[in-house]
């Protein structure tokens, strides 16, 4: 679709399709009612809720840059564009009911919405050894430094899971960790990249 | 200098708009008063005076309304996508009905949330509670005085109002005016050796940051 054509499309004007840097969590429903309850359930200053339809998904999900914090769901099936980018990146992927097709080894799927609400929650109020979601997005480390990025974000979000993504994708938040002398570190686990205590630096002191 | 900050206010109800816009007027700010959507979308694109409120209080609810061509919707639509940085407060009657919400949450992600059956004052409360901020050595007074707590001293301008209000984040300004205000509230806040310190981020987004010895850096995947 055109830019102009877009300027004149009534869905493509709303404002949950305004791009934006701020930490973001994306939930698709049919109706928008559990984008509600999630976002009930988040501290405003923490994440900014996009409520999606299946069909505008991934439009939301563009809109949220570099890519969302966390998808959650609770559709059956998922667009194979949508599934990629989220194969793709370290975004959190939580999911009301069986999974559906494409969605990576990582996503975590709930039985109840309550438990769902919970894992968000814990999500938000994640603290790894000091590192802290800051407000808008970044971590906050324990010495109160500020560190922008993404995949950092998504790391401490998931602790003490992680990410079932190549661990190049995160070299350059092991440099970053390393060089403000972070205590955690990036590391595979198996089958995913978690944060894991720097167990060289444990080692040298 | 002087510039009042502007409220957006779209009600349709002409004695509840009155009500508020002079409650805003008596606190020195320069009501941007609508009656309809398709008013205040025009307050925002047509307002001499800066179109950039610091607030905006939108009725969900326009059956009232003189001229129904354009919805609350548009209207949060338009301040999501063009004026981020300002707070909204959305009032319902219906506000806990979820398609209401999620129809508001669509049009505006960030959009605050007010059950209209609480009243005006208890609307009116909750914004004095908004603007009367704290920030480091720093107050909003009445909305529209910063004054500087360890010497008592005063500044005026609305875009220092804006900074306030939206600390920690960051706020984009659009005029050589109103980027010439801020770094006049920077050197403000220098010369008042204040706590508070005015971030550059490159074009015309600037930020607050209160200074606690910590610094800034970037973990690589956002450049």
Redesign the interface.
Known sequence: MGSSARRNDARW????L?P??CRSIVVITA???L??AV?DTVP?RIA????ARPDDALEVAAAC??WPWMVVGATESLTPAMATMLRTRPVLTLWLGPAPAGVPAHALSFARPAALLAAVDSACRANVGGMRLA??S??ELG??????????DALVGAHPGGFALPSRTFR??A???A??GAAWTPERDGARVALVPCVREVVRA | MRANPEVLILEDDAETLDELQNHFARKRFHPLAARSASRALSLLEHNRYSSRPVLAIVDWDLGKAPDRSASSGDVLSRLARELRECPVIVYSQNIDAFNVRSQIQRSHPRALLHDKRDGDASLLERVDRMLDRTVGDLRIHDGTVVVHLPSLDQHHHREAIRLVVHHPDIVSFHSDTATKAVRRFGEWLRDHESAVTLVSHGNRKYRLSVSVSSGETSAGDEA
Not at chain 1, 13 to 16: A, Q, W
Not at chain 1, 48 to 51: A, E, H, L, N, P
Not at chain 1, 143 to 152: E, I, P, V
């Open positions: 004007s709303l404002g949950v305004a934006e840097r109706d928008g009612e984008a509600v976002r405003t900014v809720i996009r409520d840059l570099p407000p808008g970044g971590v010495d109160g430094t500020l560190l922008r990025g993404a995949t950092l350059t938040v440099l970053a960790l060089r403000h």
